[in-house]
C-alpha cells in the first residue's frame, strides 16, 4: 500500500499542477476583438457603380449533399455594391413597419450583439474608409457616406446593435450561441436581424437550435446534422469560412416570409423566374465566443444566363440531378417544366469542350 508520506507527495504534486494550469490559462492573452490589421484598404470603391457578384455556385454531375464549406478571404467578409442604398432602404422601412419581423435578441444575447456590431465597424471604416469613418468630431459615432446617416455605437446606445450593424452592411445577421438551451453542446439561434427570410418567419425561429432550423431539409439528419455539429464545436476564431446555396423563386421579393407556393394557377413566364442565391459566412467571435452567421442574398433573373451557356448547361443539369424528395423542397414540378423548355431553346443541343466523348454523346442523345 502506498505510505502516507508519498500519499502526500502525489496530491502535493497534483495540487501543484493544477494550480500551473490555472496560470498558464489566465496569463495568455486574451483575445478581445477580431483583428482586421491585414485587411487591404479599399477606398476607391465605388459603391453605386459596382456590380453584384455573379455568383455561380451549380454544378453538373451526380447530386451530392455537402456542407461546401470552403476558406474565407478576410478582405471579402463583407461587401459593398450598387444594390446598397436599395437595400438599404428596405432595410429602414422594415424596422419601422414590421420591426418583430427582420429584428429579433433574446435575453442573453446582448453581449454578443455588441461584439458582433464592433467586430463589423472595425471591419467596414478598415475594407471601405472612404464610405465608413469614425467622427472626430462626434466620439463614439460612425458615419455611414453612402446613405448620410451617423450612429451612436458607444455605449449607452441608442438602438439594439444588431439594428445599427444591419445599417452598414448588406448582409442579414444571425448569432448562435452554444449550450443555452437542453443539450450543451448544441447551438440556438439567439439574435438577428434577416431583411431576406425565404419562406419563414424570424419571430418563430429565434431560440431554435441548429437541428431544428434545419429540419424541413431533405437529408439534412442522415448527412449533414452530425457534419455541422461538429463544425460549429470546432470553428475558430482565426478560421472564418465561407459557403453558397440557392433555389428558386418566382417574383423579386427580398423579405419572403410565407412558404414559397407549392404550386401556381398558370406555368410560371420564364422572365419571372428568379436564382435566390446566398453567400454565407461564418466566424467565431473571440469574446462571447458566439457564431456570428453572415448571409446575403442576390435575386437573379435565370434569363440572364442566357449568354453564360457553359453555366446554364451546368446549371439545369444540376437540377435534373436532384434526388426526388430535394426536387420537391425546391418546386421543380412549379418551374422545371417552363426552365427545361427554356433552356432546350437556348442551348439547342450545346455541350461544354471540357465534357468527354462519352458525356457529350450521351447528353446529346438525350436532348
Known amino acids: 500500500m502506498m505510505s502516507a508520506r508519498v500519499l502526500l507527495s502525489v496530491v502535493l504534486a497534483l495540487t501543484l499542477y493544477g494550480v500551473l494550469a490555472v496560470w498558464r490559462y489566465f496569463s495568455k492573452p486574451k483575445i478581445l476583438a477580431l483583428d482586421f490589421s491585414d485587411v487591404t484598404p479599399f477606398p476607391g470603391l465605388d459603391a453605386s457603380k459596382t456590380l453584384p457578384f455573379p455568383y455561380r455556385p451549380f454544378r453538373a454531375g451526380r447530386y451530392t449533399m455537402t456542407m461546401g464549406i470552403r476558406k474565407m478571404p478576410e478582405d471579402d467578409w463583407l461587401v459593398i455594391d450598387n444594390l446598397y442604398k436599395q437595400e438599404q432602404e428596405l432595410r429602414r422601412h422594415l424596422l419601422k413597419t414590421d420591426r418583430d419581423g427582420v429584428m429579433q435578441c433574446l435575453p442573453g444575447a446582448e453581449e454578443a450583439c455588441k461584439e458582433a456590431l464592433q467586430a463589423i465597424v472595425d471591419f467596414v471604416t478598415r475594407r471601405f474608409p472612404s464610405h465608413f469613418y469614425l467622427l472626430k468630431d462626434k466620439p463614439g459615432h460612425i458615419y455611414n457616406a453612402i446613405t448620410d446617416r451617423t450612429f451612436k455605437i458607444a455605449e449607452p446606445l441608442q438602438q439594439n446593435p444588431l439594428e445599427i450593424g444591419a445599417q452598414l452592411v448588406m448582409e442579414d445577421i444571425n448569432l448562435l450561441i452554444q449550450g443555452v438551451g437542453e443539450q450543451p453542446n448544441e447551438y440556438y439561434l439567439q439574435a438577428s436581424y434577416s431583411m431576406a427570410p425565404a419562406g419563414w418567419y424570424i419571430q418563430e425561429r429565434i431560440g431554435w437550435p441548429l437541428w431544428r432550423i434545419h429540419h424541413p431539409v431533405p437529408m439534412w439528419n442522415e448527412k449533414l446534422k452530425k457534419p455541422m455539429e461538429k463544425f460549429f464545436l470546432g470553428l475558430k476564431v482565426s478560421s472564418p469560412v465561407q459557403r453558397n446555396n ?24 420564364i422572365e419571372n423566374i428568379r436564382i435566390r442565391h446566398e453567400r454565407q459566412t461564418l466566424r467565431r467571435l473571440p469574446r462571447t465566443r458566439a457564431v456570428m452567421f453572415m448571409v446575403r442574398t442576390y435575386l437573379t433573373p435565370v434569363i440572364d444566363l442566357k449568354d453564360e451557356k457553359d453555366n446554364l448547361w451546368a446549371f439545369r443539369e444540376a437540377v435534373n440531378a436532384w434526388p426526388p424528395e430535394m426536387a420537391k423542397y425546391k418546386g421543380r414540378h412549379v418551374w422545371g417544366e417552363v426552365f427545361g423548355e427554356w433552356c432546350q431553346k437556348v442551348l439547342c443541343g450545346y455541350i461544354p469542350e471540357e465534357e468527354s466523348g462519352d458525356e457529350r454523346t450521351k447528353a446529346l442523345g438525350a436532348a
Open 246 to 269: 440557392y433555389f428558386m423563386q418566382m417574383d423579386d421579393t427580398m423579405f419572403q416570409q410565407e412558404p414559397f407556393p407549392d404550386s401556381l394557377p398558370h406555368p410560371p413566364k
